[in-house]
């Protein structure tokens, strides 16, 4: 089947510390991943996304991802959180020939203290 | 360029009343899709559209219809409202490509039925 795990459902932490977002996924073609950004009462801002090529991509707003395959893994990373990161964050995966379809993961909601 | 934009931004119905709502792209997209977004549940694809006067039903798409009369339109339509369909509705437009695929969503309908 296929899906997408975000395990952490909450995570905070203080401004300046560094941040890492897991993603886990079940896809039986070649995936895309994507990670997007949602502000409170916002829509979906796309964060970078992964096709092929350099495992580690760089995306909008100093965020990272790293494409493991062997773990099945698109982690998010930053190096230095600011206030401003505060959202909720949520990995999707899709394919080419799938019609495009995203399958999105249940979301990471992302607070950090001053 | 407006991108992605959804009419209306909020709605009250009453269980059994019907509504339709719109989305709207002006970036000459082929496809569209549209979501709804529940608590802890990430984003749910309902219906999509790979082109003019074409659906395809998604992974939640009991209860709502849809309609692409034109290219630039996608209308998801309640024909019977039910409280389970309170929600957040997001529409979405792709840019399709080999490297460049992207989904660009937009503000979002945050629907209450009573």
């Known amino acids: 089947a296929q899906s997408v795990t975000q395990p952490d459902i909450h995570i905070t932490v203080s401004e300046g510390a560094s941040l890492e977002l897991r993603c886990n996924y079940s896809?039986?073609?070649?995936?895309?991943l994507f990670w997007y950004v949602q502000s409170p009462g916002q829509g979906l801002q796309l964060l970078l996304k992964?096709?092929?090529?350099?495992?580690l991509v760089q995306g909008i707003k100093g965020f990272e991802a790293e494409f493991k395959r062997s773990q099945s893994s698109f982690n998010l990373r930053k190096p230095s959180v600011h206030w401003s990161d505060a959202a909720e964050y949520f990995c999707?995966?899709?394919?080419?020939?799938?019609?495009?379809?995203?399958?999105f993961g249940q979301g990471t909601e992302l607070s950090v203290k001053p | 360029n407006a991108g992605v934009t959804q009419t209306p931004k909020f709605r009250v119905l009453k269980t059994g009343q019907s509504m339709t709502l719109l989305c709207a792209q002006d970036?000459?997209?082929?496809?569209m899709y549209w979501y709804r977004q529940d608590p802890g549940m990430g984003l749910r694809l309902i219906h999509y559209?790979?082109?003019?006067?074409?659906?395809a039903k998604g992974e939640v798409p009991d209860g709502y219809n849809v309609s692409r009369l034109k290219k630039q339109n996608f209308l998801l339509g309640l024909e019977s409202a039910a409280p389970s369909q309170t929600s957040v509705y997001f529409c979405?437009?792709?840019?399709?490509?080999?490297?460049?695929?992207?989904?660009?969503f937009g503000p979002g309908t945050r629907l209450t039925v009573l």
């Open positions: 979405a437009s792709r840019a399709e490509g080999r490297r460049t695929d992207t989904q660009y």
């Open positions: 896809y039986g073609a070649t995936p895309y």
């Open positions: 992964y096709f092929s090529g350099d495992t």
């Open positions: 999707a995966v899709g394919g080419y020939n799938q019609g495009g379809k995203l399958i």
């Open positions: 970036m000459n997209h082929e496809y």
């Open positions: 559209s790979v082109g003019e006067g074409t659906t």
